[in-house]
């Protein structure tokens, strides 16, 4: 397995696993299937540019395809700026079993806390995905509330459980 932020050149694998997790599980994301589906690879390069506010990794699998994504969004406005989000997580099914979440994750929070000024680390998930919770759980993560009708499918809510990450308490100097 390899971990690497990605580039430009990625953006069409990142896009058609993107696709892939906006299709499968339209509940566990903002955009959705028809908001993304059209959009011009350039954009997905654009999104792909990475800065020290902005990054996403890939986890590689043993064939060297894409099977695992997820993206550091640091908050921009000065009074928020020592927080960041974890935003759109997604291991293909067959990957799954190989732990390519935990080892993303680990890698997105190392790499964060390393950022000057990164103190937070911020995610929401699906109420009711209890192997997303129990994986963030493991890395540290604590729920510090609910998001109550976050998403709406149709006539269908879901809830979300908001999570934290204090990496103050995890950097070594």
């Given amino acids: 397995m390899v971990i690497r932020i990605l580039d430009a050149n990625d953006a069409e694998t990142y896009q058609k696993l993107r696709l892939r997790a906006l299709r499968d599980h339209p509940e566990a994301f903002l955009s959705s299937y028809e908001d993304e589906k059209d959009m011009p690879l ?39 700026k020592h927080k960041g989000l974890v935003v759109a997580v997604y291991v293909s ?37 209890e192997a997303a919770v129990r994986l963030y759980e493991s890395l540290g993560f604590t729920c ?25 308490e995890r950097r070594t100097f």
């Fill in 93 to 129: 099914p067959e990957a799954r079993k190989l732990r390519l979440g935990f080892a993303l994750m680990e890698e997105l929070i190392a790499r964060a806390a390393q950022l000057e000024g990164v103190e937070i680390l911020n995610l929401a998930v699906m109420s009711g995905n």
């Fill in 144 to 168: 510090y509330g609910k998001e109550k009708k976050a998403v709406k499918i149709g006539d269908t809510y879901y809830d979300d459980e908001l999570m934290s990450l204090d990496l103050s």
């Fill in 42 to 80: 350039a954009m997905v390069q654009t999104r792909l540019q990475a800065d020290q506010n902005r990054f996403t990794l890939g986890a590689f699998n043993d064939n060297g395809e894409l099977a695992g994504i997820v993206t550091f969004i640091r908050e921009n406005r000065e009074k928020v």
